[in-house]
């Protein structure tokens, strides 16, 4: 498990490209026939994927978590950006197809997954924050989740905001995941931006062609700072920090959010003229 500490906002003023990097950025999710995870001590989430080729694969605790089993003390959600694939759940079976998604509650013991195809393999995108009460594990297919349209052609930022685990889908104690797909001709996602001080939030982008990529902002909204990022990789989101992008095509990413509050609305809005 990779292992990434939080830090002051007045430290990444300091930091190169490189610094930015190491600290906001991973570059690899997908493995095949392994589980790669990301521990962030930004709340301590957990985020990384699942690429079953050849073997089964099963999600276990390592010693940074001090717990028997992975699930004991948290809640987790998914989302299949690859092939059909199947999870299961305490010997439990549920197919996933690709865009599907699972939230899983605390306390389910044995976590294994599959591909249907090892030709075709699924890749299970994770993220994973820390629970205090079990909810049901629900399964959410793409038609299941609750879609939002938002912007316009003419400001390149027409897409929809498809609500996986949120309180109008399912229970959860306080992670948020969705999936927002941007339509062809459309690059920006979430400009003017925002930032919300009482959640952190995780980026996964993909969909994206070889030669693509986005350019993804953060940093404090006086002070911003910018990553370029490839298919497949993902970015960790401190609360004080913006998180917009712009691709030199369209895409799609997967955000996770956790903290204080469930309200997917509460966000501290920047206006154009303070964006430096």
């Known amino acids: 498990m990779d292992i990434r500490y939080a830090n002051h906002?007045?430290?990444?003023?300091?930091?190169?490209?490189?610094e930015l990097r190491e600290h906001y950025l991973k570059?690899?999710?997908?493995?095949?026939?392994?589980?790669?995870?990301?521990?962030?001590?930004?709340d301590r989430i957990i985020f990384g994927g699942a690429m079953p080729i050849n073997e089964t694969l099963s999600l276990v605790a390592g010693k940074e978590m001090g717990v028997e089993f992975f699930l004991q003390r948290r809640e987790m959600g998914v989302i299949n950006v690859g092939e059909d694939g199947v999870i299961i759940?305490?010997?439990?079976?549920?197919?996933?197809?690709?865009?599907?998604?699972?939230?899983?509650?605390?306390?389910?013991?044995?976590?294994?997954?599959?591909s249907k195809d090892g030709e075709k393999p699924a890749k299970f995108y994770i993220n994973s924050v820390p629970a205090h009460k079990e909810y049901p594990t629900v399964?959410?297919?793409?038609?299941?989740?609750?879609?939002?349209?938002?912007?316009?052609?003419?400001?390149?930022?027409?897409?929809?905001?498809?609500?996986?685990?949120?309180?109008?889908?399912?229970?959860?104690?306080?992670?948020?995941?969705?999936?927002?797909m941007l339509?062809?001709?459309?690059?920006?996602n979430t400009m003017p931006c925002h930032t919300h001080e009482r959640r952190m939030e995780v980026y996964f982008y993909f969909d994206m062609k070889e030669d693509t990529r986005v350019i993804h902002l953060m940093g404090e909204p006086s002070e911003t700072r910018h990553l370029v990022v490839e298919n497949e990789?993902?970015?960790?989101?401190?609360s004080w920090s913006i998180h917009s992008g712009v691709g030199t095509s369209n895409y799609t990413f997967i955000w996770g959010m956790c903290g204080e509050n469930q309200t997917f609305d509460d966000m501290d809005h920047v206006k154009m003229s303070d964006l430096k």
């Open 9 to 18: 906002p007045a430290d990444s003023k300091k930091y190169g490209t490189q």
């Open 27 to 42: 570059e690899e999710i997908f493995t095949p026939d392994s589980i790669g995870l990301t521990y962030s001590h930004v």
């Open 89 to 114: 759940l305490d010997g439990a079976e549920y197919e996933i197809k690709k865009h599907d998604g699972m939230y899983i509650g605390m306390g389910v013991k044995e976590i294994l997954f599959k």
């Open 139 to 180: 399964k959410i297919n793409i038609e299941d989740a609750r879609p939002v349209r938002l912007g316009e052609n003419e400001n390149l930022n027409k897409r929809t905001i498809y609500q996986y685990v949120h309180p109008n889908v399912c229970q959860s104690c306080q992670l948020l995941m969705g999936m927002t």
């Open 183 to 188: 339509e062809p001709n459309n690059v920006w």
């Open 233 to 238: 990789q993902a970015l960790i989101s401190p």
